[in-house]
């Protein structure tokens, strides 16, 4: 019995492992032939694997099949779909799409292998609500796209083409027909160039191209001329050389632009820095990594380019908020001594303002670890370098060769030279008690009195 129950175990167990073998299998293959977006939806949002709930925030929509519909009878979508990663290529049925996602806003379709514009288009062509489209690594560099086809995109209003390795020309042409599109993202293209565009995309607002290799301002130039309503500009990681344009042509070309992140930038004279006073709306910047600021301190990073930008909020991330009268006085310190022909402009304009300000003194802060102390015992007096991180105990057992008394029947008093007069000597009472507590100095006064019976 015990062996028959042991084989059945066995079977079952290599019966389990053939079918997980086989799922995985079949799985692989199904992402490596490809599915369609249909197909995935029908998967992934049916009764069993994604069961309907109420409740804040959960967009459940439920809707019965269309008549002769391969899809199961009931689909519960929320209104934002999630689908990356599961190896779609193709469409499928409109009829199918209009019927069930009609009702979605945003999605997701990053790291699949969509590789044909018309196959993504038939897919938001019946997303009649969709604003949102994530397609971040798709494989879509040699996808061509004609001006009917990219009609279909016209409500979207936030693009994410990272990794797509699409070409500027299908830019364009999405923008043509984008007339609401408010934030596009661009990163990990491999861009070295941009290409002028035919006309100008007013709505825009966001555009975060970080991760290229734009190391000249002449291609960031065109983003002025094409996105003049430009809110947000994040050029983080694209190791840009210098700002070569004038400060009257950035206030021209980015009139708009309130901020900029720079980080990892290759911008290496403080002259880039003083430009970004250009834009006429600017209140934040971020400028880690750059190679002007590696030299400095972190506090003189930070105090230098807020003295510098005389109209930012946010540095970095964090709020300037009450830095900025100590960062603006500390620059002027920091170049008191500069010959004037080195003298950055803003160092007058903070002169004009707060004038020639005076070095800080130096103090030393850290509290003081010994004091030369009179040391009076019976009409004597021996000068003792003594500790102030030790107790009254500690003291008494260094005093004990000095005035030959033991411990018990010593009794301290501790003179302050500035304030005997009016408070007299302090008993130093409490064993335990550590001598910098008395605070004190050089010079003041130890008197030593054997305790009376």
Not at 18 to 28: E, L, P, S
Not at 80 to 94: H, S, Y
Not at 431 to 450: K, Q, Y
Request: with cysteine.
């Amino acid at each position: 019995m015990l062996l028959a129950r042991k084989v059945l175990v066995a079977a079952v167990s290599s019966r389990r492992r053939r079918i997980t073998v086989i799922a995985v299998f079949n799985w692989k293959m199904s992402h490596t032939r490809g599915r369609s977006f249909v197909e995935v939806i029908c998967e992934k949002y049916s009764p069993e694997n994604f069961p309907y709930r109420r409740g804040m925030g959960i967009g459940i929509h439920i809707s019965a099949g269309p008549q002769g519909s391969p899809l199961k009878a009931r689909l519960n979508l929320p209104t934002i779909l999630v689908l990356d990663g599961c190896g779609i290529n193709t469409a499928g049925k409109e009829s199918d799409i209009a019927a069930f996602c009609s009702h979605v806003c945003e999605l997701d379709l990053s790291d699949n292998n969509l590789q044909d514009w018309y196959e993504i288009s038939k897919i938001v062509s019946n997303l009649t609500k969709l604003t949102f489209l994530n397609l971040t690594s798709n494989p879509l560099t040699q996808a061509s796209l004609d001006s009917k086809c990219a009609a279909s995109f016209s409500k979207i209003q936030r693009l994410v083409l990272n990794n797509t390795k699409v070409s500027w020309e299908t830019i364009h042409t999405l923008l043509q027909e984008l007339p609401g599109l408010e934030e596009l993202f661009l990163c990990f293209n491999n861009y070295r160039t941009v290409s002028p565009a035919p006309c100008s995309y007013p709505s825009l607002r966001l555009l975060h191209i970080t991760d290229n290799s734009l190391t000249d301002w002449a291609e960031i130039h065109k983003f002025g001329q094409m996105f003049p309503g430009l809110d947000t500009l994040i050029l983080a990681n694209n190791h840009l050389i210098s700002i070569t344009d004038s400060q009257e042509t950035l206030a021209r070309l980015f009139p708009n632009l309130r901020s900029i992140n720079l980080h990892n930038s290759g911008l290496s004279s403080w002259d880039d820095i003083d430009k970004l006073k250009a834009f006429p709306k600017l209140e934040e910047v971020r400028l880690l990594g750059i190679s002007l600021l590696q030299s400095y301190s972190e506090e003189e990073r930070r105090k230098l380019a807020i003295a510098r930008l005389p109209s930012i909020v946010l540095l970095n991330g964090s709020k300037v908020a009450g830095e900025r009268i100590d960062a603006e006085r500390f620059f002027i310190r920091y170049y008191i001594n500069q010959p004037d022909e080195e003298l950055p402009d803003r160092y007058h304009e903070l002169v004009t303002q707060y004038g020639v300000l005076e070095p800080l003194a130096v103090v030393d802060l850290r509290p003081q670890s010994r004091a030369k102390v009179e040391v009076h015992f019976e009409g004597k007096v021996e000068v003792m370098n003594i500790r102030l991180d030790q107790t009254v105990a500690d003291l008494k057992k260094q005093l004990r060769t000095v005035v030959q008394l033991s411990t018990n029947n010593m009794r301290l008093y501790y003179i302050d030279q500035d304030m005997v007069k009016a408070f007299g000597p302090e008993e130093m009472k409490f064993s335990t008690r550590a001598l910098h507590s008395f605070s004190i100095r050089d010079g003041d006064e130890i008197h030593v009195e054997p305790k009376t019976k």
